[in-house]
């Protein structure tokens, strides 16, 4: 899966950004609901910005029993962790269960590197975006786009950002409340609130 590859931002603000995928193999399909159940039980004890079931959406829009029961139509779970130290106590618990299944992460390469070591993993394969290629001048804002690249399957919109900033602006909302919503569209839960929060607040500072 790589539609989480195209985030796009600096080393800087993607330091705390970690986006997990897990897949279930052909070889535990008729076991992939339980298990992947089980991840995300797994991910849930170090409090994930956002996670989901494509089939169904993700925290911000369903509950945790809607998104479990989604698990038997698409048994995989997408999430979001924002500590280094998080992203490393999962992979040791991942492996000490070996509940056999795919799991896929995205963020700065060396972190999850480091993160693999220190729970005695080998990363088995790496994919890198080759960037965005064309008209790029017809792109938004370098701003926009680190917001906008959050949800791989492009569901959010270039002018629900403008909207919420206006709404910001005029006090009609908290840049909390925008960044929940920006997440709502991004049905897998790979949408990442708190690193939107930042941007956000970057955005307003500069206009």
């Known amino acids: 899966m790589t539609h989480s590859l195209h985030r796009q931002g600096s080393k800087e603000n993607l330091q705390d950004d970690f986006a997990l995928m897990c897949i279930p ?3 535990t399909f008729n076991e992939a609901p339980q298990k992947a159940a089980r991840f995300l039980e797994i991910i849930k004890k170090y409090c994930p910005d956002n996670y989901g079931v494509i089939s169904r959406g993700n925290k911000y829009t369903h509950d945790d029993v809607a998104l479990i029961e989604a698990l038997n139509i698409s048994p995989a779970i997408f999430c979001v962790i924002n500590r280094k130290d998080d992203l490393t106590s999962i992979f040791r618990e991942l492996k ?7 799991v896929v992460v995205n963020g700065i390469y060396e972190i999850i590197e480091e993160c693999c070591q220190q729970a005695g993993l080998q990363p088995h394969t790496v994919n890198h ?9 017809k792109l938004p804002s370098k701003e926009t786009l680190e917001i906008i690249t959050m949800c791989g399957h492009g569901q959010v919109g270039t002018n629900l950002v403008y909207h919420l900033l206006e ?4 006090g009609k909302i908290s840049v909390r409340e925008a960044a929940e919503t920006l997440a709502k569209p991004c049905i897998c839960g790979f949408f990442n609130t708190k690193r939107t929060e930042s941007l956000l607040k970057q955005i307003l500072k500069s206009t």
Not at 167 to 170: A, N, R
Request: hydrophobic share 35%; aromatic share 4%.
């Open 25 to 27: 193999t052909l070889a």
């Open 96 to 102: 000490e269960d070996d509940l056999g299944l795919s």
């Open 129 to 137: 975006s080759l960037g965005v290629w064309g008209s790029t001048d």
């Open 167 to 170: 709404e910001i602006k005029k």
